[in-house]
T-cell receptor, first 113, second 114 residues
Framework: AQSVTQLDSHVSVSEGTPVLLRCNYS??????LFWYVQHPNKGLQLLLK??????LVKGINGFEAEFKKSETSFHLTKPSAHMSDAAEYFC???????????FGAGTRLFVKA | DTEVTQTPKHLVMGMTNKKSLKCEQH?????MYWYKQKAKKPPELMFV???????INESVPSRFSPECPNSSLLNLHLHALQPEDSALYLC?????????????FGPGTRLTVT
């Protein structure tokens, strides 16, 4: 069975400092992994995805994530936080066998001025 | 056009009402999804349609009834809901169903059951 764990429910950073949102997954297959962002009272927007190509994936708005099979991790990073990055972030694993998407519990990112 | 639209944006209904949520996409996607999202929680999958056929039903109560009239439209019919059904209902679509396909989400319908 596949699962995904987001290691922090809340992360707080100052504007201009790096962002790290942590995600570990469990999968019997070679998984597809995604990061989505959700601003308050909005739908979800895809930030980036990994589908067994390059292990370092670049996404929108300066975000990137690195797939590390040995650590079963897919952490999301950004070099410099902006106030507009304050939102909820979801790490998602795609269950190829059952055709389901499995969401992590989410990490709320706060950005201080 | 990479947009998924949902109507209405907000809906307030009584427990004896019948209402419908509508979702539309014009990206040629062949898979469409309904999710329910409670406050401060991740979305929970309710239904998946693939090529206009229901492929996944996550044991959702029968007071929720999905319908896929064509490849661009997805409806969710609501009847005799309970207050605990109040939530944000999200629609999504993807090019196909399965591993590797990213989903595009609509803005959601905020449902309140009184």
């Amino acid at each position: 069975a596949q699962s995904v764990t987001q290691l922090d429910s809340h992360v707080s950073v100052s504007e201009g400092t790096p962002v790290l949102l942590r995600c570990n997954y469990s999968s019997s297959y070679s998984p597809s992994l995604f990061w989505y962002v959700q601003h308050p009272n909005k739908g979800l927007q895809l930030l980036l995805k990994y589908t067994s190509a390059a292990t370092l994936v670049k996404g929108i708005n300066g975000f990137e994530a690195e797939f590390k099979k040995s650590e079963t991790s897919f952490h999301l990073t950004k070099p410099s936080a902006h106030m507009s990055d304050a939102a909820e972030y979801f790490c998602v694993v795609s269950d190829g066998g059952g055709f389901k998407t499995i969401f992590g519990a989410g990490t709320r990112l706060f950005v201080k001025a | 056009d990479t947009e998924v639209t949902q109507t209405p944006k907000h809906l307030v209904m009584g427990m004896t009402n019948k209402k419908s949520l509508k979702c539309e996409q014009h990206m040629g996607h062949r898979a469409m999804y309904w999710y329910k999202q409670k406050a401060k929680k991740p979305p929970e999958l309710m239904f998946v349609y693939s090529y206009e056929k229901l492929s996944i039903n996550e044991s959702v109560p029968s007071r929720f009834s999905p319908e896929c009239p064509n490849s661009s439209l997805l409806n969710l019919h609501l009847h005799a809901l309970q207050p605990e059904d109040s939530a944000l209902y999200l629609c999504a679509s993807s090019q196909g169903q399965g591993e590797g396909y990213e989903q595009y989400f609509g803005p959601g319908t905020r449902l309140t059951v009184t």
